[in-house]
């Protein structure tokens, strides 16, 4: 694995990871209980991607998945904007989701042509399960089409996927306090 | 709309009904059911069926009251126990 291979990994699981969480923030509220089931079981396949991502850069690196999930700086987080947003609209998250399958979609062909066989693998297996959100994307895409609210979140959001992966919103910082919280509260070689 | 699902559990078993859901459309419905049905390997196959498309009878009318067509209607045990009876005694009456 050469260091830009490592590079794009890391921005994929770290996409993978923001967005399952901010995905996740919908369980017990989505607007119906089958959405909320589905929904959910989507968010966690999302942190089981970045799982695996991260265990393959990590390994490279000598360190822990956890470690490179949890230990970095928010700043230094490789995400792009679209992905850490708290969204409180119910179109406007599907209009992320819509919008990150495509890319996601996109991203994972490519990855799935790579020459170590480990991360054509790995791309080939997340690819199959990402198979099933782009179904659930394009239902959602397919029913929402001619809605005002949505074709404006979509334009919304767009411009957040490739508005670079340097710069954060206030919004990675607060998502990172929280979901570092408790492994931050541990003291210092506490074994998970 | 209310969709009825019925679960196979392994190839060639009859399905059962496993419950319902509540979904926009059949694409909906499809996914949803796999979710809540499937996806921990314990369905050969789903049936998912919108309850309209579903022809529910429940009156069955026995004016004249036939009740041998019933399973219940035709008991055995009283003309079993006569029988029986008859055939003791003519035993009895033998055996004298």
């Known amino acids: 694995m050469n260091e830009s291979e490592a590079r794009s990994l890391l921005e994929i699981a770290d996409d993978e990871l923001f967005l399952g969480w901010r995905d996740s923030e919908w369980t017990g509220i989505a607007p119906l209980l089958e959405e909320d089931v589905a929904f959910s079981s989507i968010a966690q396949n999302e942190i089981g991607h970045a799982r695996a991502l991260y265990e393959l850069v990590a390994r490279e690196q000598g360190i822990t998945a956890d470690e490179l999930a949890f230990d970095r700086a928010p ?13 409180l609209d119910w179109e406007k998250t599907i209009a992320r989701h819509y919008l ?7 991203r994972l062909e490519q990855l799935k042509q790579s020459d170590d066989a480990e991360i054509a693998g790995l791309a080939a297996k997340i690819d199959r399960e990402e198979a ?12 929402l089409k001619d809605e005002p609210r949505f074709t404006a979140a979509l334009d919304e959001l767009r411009p957040l996927l490739d508005a670079g992966r340097d710069e954060h919103s ?7 306090d929280e979901m570092t919280m408790v492994r931050r509260s541990q003291p210092a070689g506490t074994a998970w | 709309m209310i969709y009825e699902i019925f679960r196979q559990e392994r190839k060639g ?15 909906f419905a ?3 059911a796999k979710e809540f049905y499937g996806r921990r390997g314990e369905s050969e196959a789903l049936w998912v069926v ?3 498309a579903i022809i529910e ?10 009740n041998y067509h019933r399973v219940d209607g035709y008991s055995l045990k009283e003309k079993l126990r006569r029988a029986r009876e008859r055939v003791g005694s003519a035993l009895v009456a033998r055996d004298r």
């Open chain 1, 75 to 87: 700043e230094e987080y490789r995400c792009a904007r679209l992905v850490e947003l708290r969204l």
């Open chain 1, 100 to 106: 990150y399958e495509q890319a996601d979609a996109a």
């Open chain 1, 132 to 143: 099933y959100h782009r179904i659930h994307a394009q239902m959602w895409f397919d029913r």
């Open chain 1, 170 to 176: 206030p919004e990675l910082a607060e998502l990172w």
């Open chain 2, 13 to 27: 078993q009859p399905f059962h009904h496993a419950g319902s859901l509540e979904a926009a459309n059949h694409d």
């Open chain 2, 30 to 32: 499809e996914q949803y």
């Open chain 2, 50 to 52: 919108p309850r309209e």
């Open chain 2, 57 to 66: 009878v429940d009156e069955f009318v026995d004016e004249l009251n036939r």
